[in-house]
């Protein structure tokens, strides 16, 4: 069986995720281009006119009648925000679909990271406008560059103004234009963003995914994510620790904390990210698991001792994304990530002799400005050396704004031939070789692989085990036996009878569908609307009936 490197964690705060677009679809955004050969200058097709059908527009919008289509891009933090936009939603009465034909109004959240995710992003606001449907925009690109001309008219909901998507979908079905950019504050003071415990719908009924901070405290010179999260606020502890009591009792099993940078929790709020751990770790159910998000080296260094007891703990995942982007000082300097490769390697040597088999993943810019060959073989050199099983490759994209989109280039021919160099250095070594066929391991079963063919468990180090799709099996955790690996993946069997099944989720229907908290509360606020809406209506009916027996009297 294929298995792609994304198959593995594309849900991870790297700088990859499923839905960037291939190549072939990244050549499709070069629609405007004039062809020119040595003697003769030919002037190229202009693109066919595409009709745009009319939106149709509401003077009033009534529950149950408009459907809702929503796409996001990026971040674990970013499908956060979309699941909690959901919850609104369907809150006050949209029906979400995932027909994007047959929705009134698309909702597309954007990551800014890298141009071909703003590319898709934009080429889907345009496929919206030809279709005749109404758009919201939200995420970063427009909370960081809402005077860009493709924004302009759209209905823009900002990073902190989640918890208001549901006016700003009326207001545009009905015509107009809303933008909420600015900051949310409370009593004068920022805060991190919307409350935590707010109705959600999330993508995997399973996983709820918890942002426990926003913004961050760096100022890399090749990030445009800091003009739309800006600088570090967090959540308060307490709030967070209820936010994970909340979902675990609706039946969640598993929780990610999600941050731009999970190691600067708490140093605006005199807090500290192993004192929101080891809270958070009392209120985790037997069976249940935490997964950390990404974390930056320079703050999650002071911390060490403390990270490699949560990490043991029988409830976390043995598991950390800490993004080292390249192996050359000289590099990190430039992109002012403010650590040296060595700071970066005794965090790595620390965790994994203190935590056994911790899984570590890192990312790498390829071509980063100024990058000689010597400082790429300081890359390839670092990678060889500790062998990462998930190592996310990127190669620079100069993000308008930044100042590394100033800097001078590297050759792009020569950024592909050592984005080549370390992909084929990546698939070179097996990771899962270490363990033999008939090994037992203890899994958590949460997913359904990408071919629906496997149903997806995670033992103790987020590695990736695929199982057979036996009924009942999400949301139980069982004991395993592995039959066979490939480079990003084991394949096991349950070795367990059915009875001996710990069940991690609530409630779970007979054919393994998971049915626990879809929508935190939103169900009954619905059929609360609707009946507010009938008995209104039913009301008037009433008054009306009467006033005009008495004018006829």
Avoid at 209 to 232: E, H, M, Q, W
Avoid at 246 to 256: H, L, S
Wanted: glycine residues 6%; contains cysteine.
């Amino acid at each position: 069986m294929d298995i792609s490197c994304q198959d593995i964690i594309g849900d991870i705060e790297d700088l990859i995720s499923l839905d960037d677009p291939s190549p072939a679809e990244r050549y499709l955004n070069k629609k405007d281009v004039t062809v020119r050969t040595k003697r003769v200058k030919v002037r190229a097709n202009r693109p066919k006119e595409t009709s745009t059908v009319e939106k149709p527009l509401l003077d009033s919008v009534i529950p149950e009648t408009q459907h809702i289509y929503m796409k996001t891009w990026g971040c674990a933090h970013n499908t956060s925000d979309t699941e909690y936009m959901a919850g609104q939603l369907a809150q006050y009465g949209y029906n979400l679909t995932s027909d994007k034909d047959s929705a009134d109004l698309w909702v597309l959240n954007s990551c800014t990271v890298k141009n071909p995710s703003e590319d898709t992003f934009r080429n889907e606001i345009e496929a919206a406008h030809q279709a005749g449907k109404h758009v919201v925009v939200a995420g970063c690109v427009p909370q960081a560059a809402p005077r860009s001309d493709y924004l302009k008219g759209l209905s823009v909901v900002g990073v902190q103004q989640i918890d208001r998507v549901a006016e700003v979908v009326e207001e545009t079905l009905k015509g107009h234009s809303v933008r909420l950019l600015q900051a949310k504050k409370v009593d004068g003071r920022k805060v991190a963003g919307p409350k935590l415990a707010l109705p959600k719908v999330r993508k995997n009924p399973l996983i709820e995914v918890i942002p426990i901070n926003s913004g961050c405290l760096n100022a890399c010179t090749y990030c445009k994510t800091k003009f739309a999260r800006a600088d570090l606020v967090s959540y308060p502890v307490q709030e967070i620790v209820d936010r994970a009591q909340q979902v675990f009792q609706d039946g969640v099993c598993e929780i990610w904390l999600t941050s731009e940078d999970t190691g600067t929790y708490g140093r605006d709020i005199g807090s500290s990210l192993p004192e929101l751990l080891w809270q958070l770790v009392e209120v985790i159910p037997e069976g249940c698991m935490m997964r950390l998000g990404m974390t930056n080296p320079p703050y999650i260094l002071e911390h060490l001792d403390e990270m490699a007891k949560i990490l043991s703990h029988p409830r976390v995942y043995s598991f950390l994304h800490i993004p080292v982007q390249s192996g050359s000082d000289a590099i990190l300097g430039e992109m002012r990530r403010e650590y040296c490769v060595k700071d970066f390697e005794r965090m790595v040597d620390f965790l994994r002799a203190q935590v056994p088999g911790i899984t570590i993943a890192t990312d790498i810019i390829c071509g980063f400005p100024g990058e000689t060959e010597a400082d790429f073989d300081d890359t390839l050199a670092l990678c060889e050396k500790y062998q990462f099983p998930s190592l996310f490759i990127n190669q620079f994209f100069p993000r308008p704004g930044t100042p590394a989109a100033k800097m001078t280039k590297v050759p792009a021919n020569e950024v592909k031939t050592r984005t080549k160099r370390l992909t084929d250095l990546f698939h070179s070594y097996e990771p899962y070789k270490k363990y033999e066929a008939g090994t037992k391991q203890t899994v958590l079963v949460t997913e359904i692989s990408h071919d629906r063919k496997h149903f997806v468990g995670h033992n103790k180090f987020y590695e990736q085990i695929l199982l057979p799709m036996h009924n009942n099996l999400l949301g139980k955790q069982v004991e395993v036996e592995i039959t066979g690996c490939t480079k990003f993946s084991m394949f096991g069997k349950v070795i367990q009878g059915e009875q001996e099944w710990k069940n991690c989720s609530k409630r779970s229907t007979a054919d393994g569908t998971t049915v626990s908290s879809l929508v935190t509360g939103a169900e009954e606020s619905k059929y609360r609307s609707i009946f507010a809406y009938f008995f209104i209506s039913c009301s008037l009916a009433i008054v009306c009936k009467y006033i005009f027996m008495f004018l006829d009297f």
